[in-house]
Nanobody
Framework: QLQLVESGGGLVQPGGSLRLSCSAS????????VGWFRQAPGKNREEVSC?????????????NYARPVEGRFTFSRDNAKNLAYLQMNNLQPEDTAVYYC????????????????WGKGTVVTVSS
């Protein structure tokens, strides 16, 4: 069973930072592309970042970021611990959302419709 659990969300003031974690169990995370998505109240779920994996299982070594977060958010993963992270700096009120991690089997991109498994999300609120 593919299970993902996010943590690290919370309330932060504008300009602050949070690091989200995604803990994977039941599979080897290094076989999967990892995407972070977010859904703000009243809006559609949107991709925040995607770190891909080649069909041969090799990581692409590249993470694609949505333009609103580029330069502020950084993805990383620790395959040995089956963990993925999203470091979020200089958070702004428009970053307020539920953040989800998702996995896709050996995928180069993270299209919403192709996700193999979703976590249940962690809430990030940016407010003064």
């Amino acid at each position: 069973q593919l299970q993902l659990v996010e943590s690290g969300g919370g309330l932060v003031q504008p300009g602050g930072s949070l690091r989200l974690s995604c803990s994977a169990s039941g599979f080897n995370l290094d076989d999967y592309a990892v995407g972070w998505f977010r859904q703000a109240p009243g809006k559609n779920r949107e991709e925040v970042s995607c770190n891909g994996v080649h069909p041969n299982g090799e990581n692409t070594g590249y993470t694609n970021y949505a333009r609103p977060v580029e330069g502020r958010f950084t993805f990383s993963r620790d395959n040995a611990k089956n963990l993925a992270y999203l470091q979020m700096n200089n958070l702004q009120p428009e970053d307020t959302a539920v953040y989800y991690c998702a996995i896709l089997w050996r995928a180069l991109a993270c299209p919403y419709t192709s996700v193999d498994s979703w976590g249940k999300g962690t809430v990030v609120t940016v407010s003064s």
